[in-house]
């Protein structure tokens, strides 16, 4: 049986991190903290904040709410409270086809 390397994820990510994956400023981050009550990164005792892969996933929807589909943020918010699991599925989902887009795009440039 081959070795197969397992990819390694992080338990916590600084705020410059996650502001580098979401090609956004700090600022933006901290304002959707204040906002959206799904955010909730630890702080440690400097007061730096800490996102869990969770936190990643529920920045990722807010993204794709407000980006994607043009939501306002109150119209974000109210569908993050009366939505939160089928929008979490929903996102895994269109994850899982993005990564799956991205692979068929390395096999077919390989070719």
């Known amino acids: 049986m081959p070795y197969k390397e397992r990819e390694i994820s992080k338990l916590y990510y600084t705020m410059g991190e996650v502001a580098t994956m979401f090609d956004v ?7 959707y903290e204040k906002e959206f009550e799904v955010l909730k990164p630890k702080k440690n005792k400097k007061g730096n904040r800490l996102f869990t892969s969770e936190d990643l996933e529920n920045l990722r929807i807010i993204f794709h709410l407000i980006r994607d589909k043009g939501y306002t943020l109150n119209g974000a918010k109210e569908h993050l409270k009366n939505n939160l699991g089928d929008t979490r599925d929903n996102q895994r989902v269109i994850d899982s086809l ?12 390989g070719l």
Request: charge should be positive; glycine fraction near 0%; charged fraction near 35%.
């Open 98 to 109: 993005e990564n799956l887009k991205k692979f068929l795009l390395e096999v077919r440039d």
């Open 25 to 31: 400023n700090t600022s933006l981050i901290r304002f």
